[in-house]
């Protein structure tokens, strides 16, 4: 690792934003979507 502790804070900053970003575009979660997609084409079928 970089031995820099100044860049940990900007980096968990980050994941919280991209996470509040993404609850707020879509509750779901993006692997459940895609199950839930390959669920239904498989019984289609």
């Known amino acids: 690792m970089t031995n820099s502790h100044n860049a940990i804070f900007f980096i968990m900053l980050t994941a919280l934003l991209s996470n509040l970003t993404a609850n707020f575009v ?20």
């Open 26 to 45: 879509s509750r779901e979660s993006f692997y459940n979507y895609l199950r839930e997609q390959y669920i239904d084409e498989v019984f289609r079928s």
